[in-house]
């Protein structure tokens, strides 16, 4: 069964830091032989649903601003809280 890996991030597909993002995780899991599964999640989308099924790992992505900034807290303070493995760029 895959671990489900939530990447919080709003920047834009397209943009220098959204591929390279999904890229080394997608290349650190393949090297570690971890299944994953990987969600791009964007902040203006957290909510109580996103909170009633948290994910295995949460990736705090690069490329501020946030749309909504305290979803973005809210999600970091959760995965310490929960401990969630967290990283955070």
Do not use: K, Q
């Amino acid at each position: 069964m895959p671990i489900r890996v939530d990447v919080v991030f709003d920047v834009a597909d397209g943009s220098a830091y959204y591929g390279p993002t999904l890229d080394a995780l997608d290349h650190a899991a393949g090297a570690s032989g971890i299944e994953t599964e990987v969600r791009v999640v964007r902040t203006d989308t957290i909510g109580d649903a996103w909170f009633a099924d948290l994910p295995d790992a949460v990736l705090i992505g690069p490329g501020t601003p946030y749309r909504n900034p305290p979803a973005a807290e809210l999600v970091i303070m959760t995965a310490r809280e929960r401990n969630i493995p967290l990283v955070g760029t």
